[in-house]
């Protein structure tokens, strides 16, 4: 299968290396992928929008069948619509994420019957990593090149100064 728009939304702040493997696997299901930078509002974000939209098109700059973009003042499901996508893609790490994403995923469904979610299981060497924990390992000096594209990980260092 390789058809169609899948919308890949979330905050991204910053992107690590569990998004990008979803990301890649994901260009196999379907023929452009939009990462799309949205508001989460039970979230306080580190880098500006502005700031993650140009981290990640400098990473998929290389890569036409991934477009960059965000949405801060309309729902998923509209945007989705507005972008002609038929899907939205997640990844689903541990169990403690499925709650979180199945209430998402069914009040997605019920706003815009006719997008569907697919779910893609991180794969089990990135399933402990969030951008949360990354943030806190960085903001103590820890090491974290297994977990984040070095370009990023300098983003964030710079931040953290
Ligand atoms: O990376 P995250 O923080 O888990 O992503 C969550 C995100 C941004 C995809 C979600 O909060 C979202 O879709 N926000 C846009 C507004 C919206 O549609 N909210 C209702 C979702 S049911």
Do not use: W
């Amino acid at each position: 299968m390789n058809s169609g728009v899948a919308i890949y939304p979330g905050s991204f702040d910053p992107i690590t290396k569990g998004h990008t493997n979803i990301i890649e696997r994901g260009l196999e299901l379907f023929e452009h992928l939009i990462v799309a930078v949205a508001v989460n509002s039970s979230k306080k974000t580190i880098f500006s929008v502005e700031e993650r939209l140009e981290q990640l098109r400098d990473m998929f700059a290389d890569n036409d069948r991934v477009i960059v973009d965000s949405f801060t003042d309309c729902l998923l499901v509209d945007y989705a619509k507005q972008r002609k996508a038929h899907a939205i893609l997640r990844g689903l790490r541990t169990v403690s994420d499925y709650e979180y994403e199945f209430q998402m995923a069914h009040a997605n469904r019920h706003l815009a019957p006719d997008i569907d979610t697919i779910f893609m299981m991180t794969e089990s060497k990135y399933s402990h990593l969030s951008s949360t924990l990354i943030k806190e390992i960085v903001r103590y000096g820890g090491a974290c090149h297994e977990m984040l594209d070095p370009q990023i990980e300098q983003h964030l260092k710079n931040k953290m100064k």
